[in-house]
């Protein structure tokens, strides 16, 4: 089998990230990506999707992200194009498409298993993020309605749901952006398991990265999926709120054929639920280590895999590093991460 110290299972910001590090530290590795082309997770974010800092505060190592040319922060498409750009700026070794479909232990490695082939390595990082395993809650009846229902993961444009009776439920920033853009064209309404928090104007996604910093410092702590969350006044959600668009209701009761039942019985006719809901870790591919805990992640020290030492994870939240999971995050725990797996490398190589 072809066999590498270092397989990095990912070739999203995560992965380039630590691949620059490796790179620099002339390590033997590949980046195995199971998309067309660069930008992970990028490339499947809906059209107007934009980020929370300016681009400076929103870069890989090595290269600042160039500003974009026209107001606000960085789009979905800027994103996109700077991960390209990156990836061919440091001639990172990038295999794709190439989806794992497992990893198992082997005598003195890890043996990864793709649709075309199997490989080898020392260490293997697991750095698929979240974006591919969205999750929508088991709301009573969910089954039974006869709408549209689609969850962030996959929206694309508001015009999709013009003119009709949407909710749009969800309390984080991709409920807020996608509420805003909906609102104006059809007949929106925001579920929200309480009165979301919006961070003053002139505050950004900097913030946000401090926040997940302290509470990794404090100690283990837990967020209600699609529940309260910091929202970052980006100029679409500041324009909605002048308008009064993003005032929000509490969850319903449960789903029926043609709609939402609230608390009180009274029923409202949907023709759309959009779910903004958050993600859970894309770990399917490790269910062979017996490594995935039962709720849904890997138990880790630091990055490194406590059951299995030979693998380490990154990216999918702030148990994984804090941050992790955005463009900043990515650049601070590569760095401390790159530098653990050259030793480790160096050391499991000895005779």
């Keep these: 089998m072809e066999t590498h110290d270092i397989v990095i299972i990912g070739g999203g910001q995560l992965g380039l990230s630590l691949g620059y590090y490796l790179h620099r530290a002339k390590a033997d590795f590949l980046i195995l990506d199971a998309e067309d082309g660069p930008g992970g997770a990028w490339r499947h974010g809906w059209e107007s999707l934009r980020l929370f800092s300016p681009a400076g505060y929103s870069s890989l190592p090595g290269w600042l992200m160039p500003p974009p040319n026209h107001d606000g922060y960085p789009t979905r498409d800027d994103v996109l194009s700077y991960l390209t750009r990156y990836e061919e700026r440091y001639h990172l070794p990038v295999r794709r498409p190439a989806r794992v479909t497992r990893v198992q232990r082997g005598s003195d490695h890890l043996e990864i298993e793709t649709a075309s082939e199997r490989l080898a390595a020392r260490h293997v990082v697991s750095a698929t993020g979240t974006w591919s395993q969205p999750y929508i809650p ?14 962030s993961a996959r929206y694309v444009r508001p015009e999709d749901f ?159 590093g804090a941050g992790s999971a955005t463009l900043m995050g990515a650049a601070r725990t590569s760095r401390d991460l790159a530098s653990q797996l050259v030793a480790a490398s160096a050391l499991s190589s000895q005779p």
């Design 138 to 151: 088991d709301m009573p009846g969910r089954d039974l309605f006869q709408g549209a229902q689609v969850h």
């Design 162 to 320: 013009a003119g009709q009776t949407v909710l749009v439920v969800g309390g984080g920033n991709s409920g807020a952006q996608i509420m805003a853009e909906v609102a104006p064209i059809a007949r929106a309404l925001w579920v929200t398991t309480q009165d979301p928090v919006f961070l003053p104007d002139d505050v950004d996604g900097r913030v946000l990265f401090e926040r997940a910093v302290a509470r990794m410092k404090a100690g283990p702590s837990e967020t209600p999926v699609g529940g309260i969350g910091d929202i970052v006044m980006v100029p679409p959600v500041r324009e909605a709120r002048g308008r009064g668009d993003l005032s929000s209701v509490r969850p319903f009761k449960r789903i029926s054929a043609i709609g939402v039942v609230w608390d009180d019985g009274s029923e409202l006719a949907v023709d759309a639920i959009i779910w903004c809901t958050g993600f859970r870790a894309a770990l399917n591919y490790l269910t062979s280590l017996d490594v995935i805990e039962p709720d849904g992640r890997v138990e880790v020290d630091g990055q490194r895999s406590i059951k299995e030492p030979r693998l380490w994870l990154a990216g999918y939240g702030d148990w994984t």
